[in-house]
């Protein structure tokens, strides 16, 4: 009696620790989710700000910036001359021989939706030294993820070429610039997130073979770290976010998408980049049911997408998009899609389609029939079609009915080349040009 007593003692003290230790697990990720939920609805009323309420302004503006830009050098298959900045954004910075001792001078070239953004222009320098990632929740000072956690704007640079291989997704705080001038900077091995921020800059990095992670604790701000689930492999992950801006980064190799744009996030520029070797390239918006995404504002430029993409350059769901002066040299299925009514302007593109007779189609509707799609507006303008390529337009009532008229014409898509001839990062050296 005496021996079963004892194992009925342990076993009921055994279930109290496994009910304590549940309890505290729910506790936590109660805590955790609710920390993001409250920081989400924070950022949002800051992103309904930054929304426009006449974005063909805006993407006029952009328009009138790039009419003015100079691309009438014949374009080379490798350029080895003196520099020459061929689009609005690097005339701005590129070929200025102090550039390294003027970085912040680039959070004033940002042009389209994005064009607020300051990144940490209002900070301090921060050198990355050590490209080790080993602890999560008390990062070592040095290291990339203890600059992006830091509550106070950073201007973050590297002393090195570097590869850092992330462990686990890379959270990043407000008002950060990761700037990878001057260094061969490879970000690997996880997703970079920018969840629930404002005023971030990515530049001058490759960012390539992220895989999914299982998540745990992680820190994403000098006063909080949480537990975090699992991440899905992205390049760049936005989320809740506003005045983002990607410029110059060349990507590929990711094990979900290259760089999604999801929750509401808006005033967003994705400029000068390279992007191979991937099937789902840029998502934005997730969701049917996430009408928040109706905000969502978002400026392609200058891109180029190139050897080894299949779909979602980009795919698009509610909200306003402008995808100017981009270079589409390979796809497999389409090179631009949608549903749930987003509107998508493409001025002065060229696409360039696949041999495939069954894959000539520019555009991509997903899940609607013709009378569904019809009152979309999908407009194609000066974009130069090649190999049987063919835009698919459609375009009714959407808020208000647009014409051509209302849409200044971008630079024709004959000068899409030289536009995007210096996309991906950039060979930059402290005292050169880049």
């Known amino acids: 009696m005496a021996t079963a007593s004892l194992h009925l003692t342990i076993l009921l003290h055994l279930l109290t620790v496994a009910t304590a230790v549940a309890t505290s697990t729910h506790n ?24 426009v309420s006449d974005p063909v302004a805006a993407l006029n503006r952009f328009n009138a910036d790039v009419l003015q830009s100079t691309t009438s050098r014949r374009l080379l298959a490798k350029y080895t001359g003196p520099c020459v900045a061929t689009n609005p954004i690097d005339r701005c910075w590129r070929c200025r021989g102090d550039w390294a001792g003027d970085r912040k001078r680039l959070a004033s070239c940002v042009r389209g939706f994005g064009h607020r953004t300051r990144g940490g222009a209002d900070g301090r320098i921060y050198v990355v030294t050590d490209a080790g990632d080993e602890e999560m929740v008390v990062p070592k000072k040095g290291t990339l993820r203890y600059g992006v956690i830091q509550d106070r704007p950073l201007w973050i640079v590297f002393a090195r070429d570097m590869i850092i291989q992330l462990r686990q997704e890379l959270i ?41 992670h299982s998540g745990g604790m992680i820190r994403d701000s000098k006063h909080h770290y949480g537990l975090r689930t699992r991440s899905d492999g992205d390049g760049i992950s936005i989320m809740s976010s506003s005045n ?20 509401g996030s808006t005033a967003i520029t994705i400029s000068n980049g390279h992007f191979t070797k991937h099937d789902h390239v840029m998502l934005f918006g997730a969701s049917n049911s996430d009408p928040q995404d109706k905000i969502m504002q978002i400026t392609v430029a200058f891109n180029h997408f190139g050897k080894g993409l299949v779909q979602r350059m980009p795919r698009c769901r509610f909200g306003f998009f402008h995808v100017v002066n981009n270079d589409y040299t390979h796809w497999l299925m389409y090179a631009i899609g949608g549903n749930q009514n987003p509107t998508i302007i493409s001025q002065g593109n060229r696409f360039i389609a696949p041999n495939d007779v069954n894959a000539k189609e520019v555009t991509k509707r997903e899940y609607a029939a013709y009378d569904e799609y019809k009152e979309w507006v999908w407009k194609s303008q000066g974009d130069v079609m090649m190999n049987g390529a063919f835009f698919n337009e459609s375009g009714g009532q959407n808020e208000r009915r647009y014409d051509q008229l209302d849409f200044i014409p971008a630079k024709h898509g004959k000068y899409v080349g030289q536009l995007t001839q210096f996309a991906g990062t950039l060979n930059c050296r402290v005292g050169k040009p880049c």
């Open 28 to 51: 936590a990720t109660t805590a955790d989710e609710a920390y993001w939920w409250e920081r989400g609805e924070a950022a949002r009323s800051v992103n309904r700000a930054a929304y």
């Open 172 to 212: 990043v705080n407000h008002n950060k610039t990761i700037d990878g001038r001057g260094a061969q900077v490879h970000i690997t091995g996880a997703q970079i997130t920018i969840q629930g921020v404002q005023h971030v800059i990515i530049h001058n990095v490759h960012i390539h073979h992220s895989v999914h």
């Open 244 to 263: 983002i801006w990607i410029d110059h980064v060349s990507m590929s190799n990711c094990s979900d998408g290259l760089i999604d744009v999801v929750s």
